[in-house]
């Protein structure tokens, strides 16, 4: 078993903090795990990248070398159009539809729209507002999870519970219960069959 | 045994701990900084003391303090760190180590955050001392464990090279049973820490006399393996760091496997590298970093064979290395993917927060370019050197830590006016107090604004060696008089006063100092959570 996914964002939106659940559930369910990340200047609102490779073999890279991705999780419409070069054939796209505008030269949704048609199997979503119905918009990154989720059954649905929970524990039950919410509502999009 | 999910500097960090390190110094700077942050996290747990210093010269002679007292230290920085220690790190190297010393430096190649991608390997190798270059966590983990054992043992300070894709990586170690802390135990021998030419003389000599001895050490360590392929002779592969995992990552797809040898620790290992060359018709060097053995082999190998590497263009000089580069130097294919190039997307560089007291510093400083045309703004490392680029374009240099005061002095001392220096409170206390009494002492015609947001912001919002009062207390004992001494509050409010003030300082015919003070946005509401939680 393989399994290597893409992290693409923007400083704050939480990629290394996704990156680092999916890590865990990896480590719970017994498996190897390589996760990459680009700290210090990149976190000031600039594009970030985080990498996670997951085996049941030793892991030599760091890296996963280009067209191999099976997923890329992008938590903003163009980050993860950034690093496509990566993905697999056959990989899947995940693709948060809510911009993050901190630069004067941000695409129209018309580009953006035009890129993901070339995409085959590609899935879109306004993870804010589906965070939304589970609880605050900051869960957004956890519906994504959720999404991805659904596509590596090597790793047990309950791991990401208890991984989610264990991550939020510290921030009180409310926040626990909202971003398992929010995994549940990604997860369920998968299911729906679209 | 733990099993434990860490970051390559992490992982470093536990090495350390487990070996029975007592004491850690250090100064922030990506991407080694989350060494010494894992220290302070659990210093208290395991007994050691854990410690930001001014600057990485201060780290190293307080870690070498710690050796001559018989305990263990290790010192953390980045590898433009080394540069400000290198005078107590190749001098210790002719001291006799007493407790271990290690140094762990973590390199930026590809500068995702650094001025440049110098190779600490180099250094180690000038100082003559042994350098670890872990690949992964377990065997950052594991070598820097060795590295205090290697020090004790040479009685030399040890170097343990990290690179930021493995620093800024997370993967799963082991732990194993820790090692008791070294009892105090001061050198003895005087003349083993003197540095006077009488005693260096014989303490150069006797590290040159350890040197067979390292050599030996290197071409017996498990870390340096040599795998021969008796019936594959076309070419040898020679392997270091992470050099070694894209090889690996990528090597399954070679039709023939070839002899290879991967170097974990150094001085290279002579008698391993001349069984493969004898082996093998040409030599293929993968190393992350400068072509430091590959420099080497030249000398090495005694029946000259081709070599190819960086310097001959078979892989890119500059940049990291990466699995993709690694299996194109080896002719093998790279997947193609959904084959979509996408050319149009705009970058996303850094930027200053929102709220950030920067933003109305170089509002500020914008407004008295407009009127002084040509004035030079020097400036520093810090979240502030983020003014060269749009939308700001306020500073006209950044070069090493603190050569902001150095080169206003300069420029104005030939004769060129109006210069400012630009330097952050951080950086001001790690270089710029040398610079500042240079200044001060020939009251040259220029500017200093200090750029004080209370915190080492860049790296992550590390404190401070000493807070904003002390800074003033400093700079007024250094022999600035209180009527070129100011203190202002970058905010938009102020903005006008701050104009008039920074005007009048220029147009004064000598030197001044105005003190920005607005704390760091990021560090607010850091430690505003931090107190909410206690």
Known sequence: MNYDIILAGVGGQGVVSSATILSRCAMCDGFNVRQSEVHGMAQRGGAVQAQVRISDRVIESDLVPSGTADCIISMEPIEGLRCLSLLAENGRYITSLDPVVNIPDYPESQFIEEQLGKISGHIAVNAKKIAQTAGPAYAANIVLIGIASAFIPALAVATFERVIRETFERKGEKVVESNLKAFAAGRGIVKGGR | ?534
């Open chain 2, 1 to 534: 045994m733990d099993r434990l999910l860490l970051l390559g500097d992490e992982a470093c960090a536990m090495g350390a701990i487990d070996a029975g390190m007592s004491v850690a110094y250090g100064y922030p700077g990506t991407p080694s900084t989350e060494i010494m942050e894992f220290l302070q996290k659990h210093a208290r747990n395991y007994g050691i003391v854990a410690k930001w210093c001014a600057n990485e010269k201060t780290s190293y002679e307080g870690a070498m303090g710690v050796s001559y007292a018989g305990r263990r230290a290790l010192v953390t920085m980045k590898h433009v760190g080394l540069n400000v220690a290198f005078d107590a790190f190749a001098n210790s190297a002719l001291q006799k180590i007493n407790g271990g010393l290690v140094a762990a430096v973590a390199d930026d190649p590809g500068m995702h955050s650094s001025q440049n991608e110098q190779d600490t390997r180099y250094p180690a190798d000038f100082a003559k001392t042994a350098c670890f270059e872990p690949r992964n966590h377990q065997e950052a983990y594991e070598m820097t464990r060795e590295a205090f054992d290697v020090s004790e043992k040479f009685n030399i300070p040890v170097v343990v090279r990290l690179v930021t894709r493995l620093a800024h990586s997370r993967s799963i170690i082991r732990t194993r049973q820790p090692r008791a802390q070294n009892a105090l135990n001061r050198a003895h021998v005087i003349s083993d820490w003197m540095c006077i030419p009488a005693c260096a003389k014989p303490n150069y000599h006797a590290l040159l006399e350890c040197q067979p001895r390292l050599l030996e050490y290197s071409e017996q360590s498990a870390w340096n393996t040599l795998e021969i392929k008796e019936d594959f002779r076309e070419y040898g592969v020679i392997t270091t760091g992470l050099g070694g995992n894209y090889y690996c990552e990528v090597a399954a797809a070679l039709p023939s496997q070839p002899s290879h040898l991967h170097i974990g620790v150094y001085p290279i290992p002579i008698e391993k590298i001349r069984r493969l060359a004898g082996r093998v018709e040409r030599i293929v060097v993968i190393e992350e970093g400068y072509p430091f053995v590959e420099e080497k082999l030249r000398s090495v190998i005694r029946d000259p064979i081709p070599i190819q590497g960086k310097m001959d263009g078979f892989l890119p000089y500059e940049g990291e290395l990466n699995p993709d580069s690694v299996a194109r130097a080896l002719n093998l294919s790279v997947a193609h993917g959904l084959g979509i190039v996408i050319d149009k997307l705009p970058s996303r560089p850094p930027q200053l927060c929102k709220g950030c007291p920067h933003h109305d510093t170089f509002a500020v400083l914008r407004e008295i370019v407009n009127e002084y045309k040509g004035t030079i703004i020097t400036s520093d490392i810090g979240c502030y050197t983020l003014g060269a680029i749009p939308p700001y374009e306020i500073i006209d240099s950044a070069s090493c830590m603190g050569a902001s005061i150095g080169m206003a002095k300069g420029a104005a001392e030939a004769g060129y006016h109006p210069v400012i220096a630009t330097i952050g409170d951080s950086t001001f206390l790690h270089s710029g107090l040398t610079g500042l009494v240079d200044a001060v002492t020939s009251n040259v015609n220029m500017l200093l604004l200090i750029l004080d947001n209370g915190t080492t912001a860049m790296t992550g919002g590390q404190d401070t060696i000493m807070g904003s009062e002390q800074l003033v207390s400093i700079i007024r004992g250094a022999g600035v008089g209180p009527k070129h001494l100011h203190t202002i509050i970058p905010l938009p409010a102020n903005h006008e006063k701050n104009v008039v003030l920074l005007r009048k300082e220029l147009n004064y015919e000598g030197f001044s100092v105005i003190i920005a003070r607005r704390g760091c946005i990021q560090h607010l509401k850091k430690s505003s959570k931090g107190k909410a939680a206690s």
